[in-house]
């Protein structure tokens, strides 16, 4: 069964922490990707992942393949980092299966 | 980077009335496109999977005579939201993946309010 799970569901943090937020799937994927969404419902995509590690600017994402899990960190984050965080997996077939999003809310 | 541009990003509309929604690939050709939905505090729910040049398939549970998807060349495909009711006030976003396979890309979202 294709089956996404985030964690945590809900995180707040004061400005400057480390954030790490959290995506397990059941079976064996063929891509991922970290989105991000805004409060106004826009959804951008953040990475793209099939193996490893990718970092743009603050954002590091990875993912082990064999632990059938991926993280996503926000290094020294910022209240404009606040949005809801989607973990959108790839299984066999085309379409995509989402966690059910990560709200993050960073305090300055 | 590939980029999909989705169209109107906003939009309110009178029930009874129907509403179409633009995907358009900017700088690639997408042989498939994707539609979801989005309830609130919900994750995205795949509506159904357009084809170039077929029909779309649709998932269990959505109306395809409500839902109609148009997918008429390899850049664009239209989601239409035939005489709307306040309940398919939602948020909606497509997804395009590319000819060679690679680099799924989604649209930023649309939001639809039917009053």
């Known amino acids: 069964k294709n089956e996404v799970e985030q964690s945590p569901q809900n995180l707040t943090a004061q400005e400057g922490e480390f954030i790490t937020i959290n995506c397990s799937y059941s079976?064996?994927?063929?891509?991922l990707h970290w989105l991000q969404q805004h409060p106004g419902g826009g959804i951008v995509s953040l990475f793209m992942l099939s193996s490893g590690k990718k970092k743009h600017g603050r954002l590091i994402a990875t993912i082990n393949i064999q632990e059938k899990h991926s993280s996503l960190h926000i290094t020294a984050s910022h209240p404009r980092d606040s949005a809801v965080y989607i973990c959108?997996?790839?299984?066999?077939?085309?379409?995509?299966?989402f966690g059910t999003g990560t709200s993050l809310t960073v305090i300055p | 980077g590939a980029v999909v541009s989705q169209h109107p990003s906003r939009v309110i509309c009178k029930s009874g009335t129907s509403v179409k929604i633009e995907c358009r690939s900017l700088d690639f050709q997408a042989t498939t496109m994707f539609w979801y939905r989005q309830f609130p505090k919900k994750s995205l729910m795949l509506m159904a999977t357009s084809n170039e040049g077929s029909k779309a398939t649709y998932e269990q549970g959505v109306e395809k005579d409500k839902f109609l998807i148009n997918h008429a060349s390899l850049t664009l495909s239209t989601l239409t939201v035939t005489s709307a009711h306040p309940e398919d006030s939602s948020f909606y976003i497509c997804s395009a993946l590319p000819e060679d396979g690679y680099g799924y890309t989604f649209g930023s979202g649309t939001r639809l309010t039917v009053v």
């Open positions: 079976v064996g994927i063929s891509a």
């Open positions: 959108a997996v790839k299984f066999s077939g085309n379409q995509f299966y």
